[in-house]
T-cell receptor
Framework: GDSVTQMEGPVTLSEEAFLTINCTYT??????LFWYVQYPGEGLQLLLK?????DKGSNKGFEATYRKETTSFHLEKGSVQVSDSAVYFCALSENSGYSTLTFGKGTMLLVSP | NAGVMQNPRHLVRRRGQEARLRCSPVKGHSHVYWYRQLPEEGLKFMVYLQKENIIDESGMPKERFSAEFPKEGPSILRIQQVVRGDSAAYFC???????????FGQGTRLTVV
């Protein structure tokens, strides 16, 4: 079955540091890939997505590139802020829809001033 | 704020009791999804409903769990005769169509004592 593997957290960084959160996946077809973010006390929000190989999703300074050859979708940001502290979830969907997402376990990011 | 509303936010039940979790989707959304997050795990898809119909319940445990989304009122996830292993965070999401972004609620944290 489908699965998503993320690096374990917490990831602790100082403000303005470079961020990478690794994500790899296993899927039978050609899935769509997503990153969701959950801020403290809130629900999950879609951060970015990519629907086919070599697509790059980007939003709020975050970006991730769909790498079919390495089955990866790593999340990056050049300069993190304290307000980026949250839990980040990588996810996939086998069809073009969002209805049945397969999530990774989540990676907590803590950014200190 | 007319986002997805889940209640209660926290629910404590004794073993053998029933738990009812409510989800009010975004106004105008007719598609509802339930996910469960066990401790140290990612979110797992449970069930997908579209007004009065269950579309996909492949992630629902076969016994004790049921879900409904009536014509009027919120979607309900019902867990009968709860056991300690049911302790988890339960997230609801809604979307206007099946292939569009799903918006998540803040979740209900169920603790079985």
């Amino acid at each position: 079955g489908d699965s998503v593997t993320q690096m374990e957290g917490p990831v602790t960084l100082s403000e303005e540091a470079f961020l990478t959160i690794n994500c790899t996946y296993t899927a039978t077809g050609y899935p769509s890939l997503f990153w969701y973010v959950q801020y403290p006390g809130e629900g999950l929000q879609l951060l970015l997505k990519a629907t086919k190989a070599d697509d790059k999703g980007s939003n709020k300074g975050f970006e991730a590139t769909y790498r079919k050859e390495t089955t990866s979708f790593h999340l990056e940001k050049g300069s993190v802020q304290v307000s980026d502290s949250a839990v980040y979830f990588c996810a996939l969907s086998e069809n073009s829809g969002y209805s049945t997402l397969t999530f990774g376990k989540g990676t907590m990011l803590l950014v200190s001033p | 704020n007319a986002g997805v509303m889940q209640n209660p936010r926290h629910l404590v039940r004794r073993r053998g009791q029933e738990a009812r979790l409510r989800c009010s989707p975004v106004k105008g959304h007719s598609h509802v999804y339930w996910y469960r997050q066990l401790p140290e795990e990612g979110l797992k898809f449970m069930v997908y409903l579209q007004k009065e119909n269950i579309i996909d319940e492949s992630g629902m445990p076969k016994e004790r769990f049921s879900a409904e989304f009536p014509k009027e009122g919120p979607s309900i996830l019902r867990i009968q005769q709860v056991v300690r292993g049911d302790s988890a965070a339960y997230f609801c999401a809604s979307s206007p169509e099946s292939d569009t972004e799903a918006f998540f609620g803040q979740g209900t944290r169920l603790t079985v004592v």
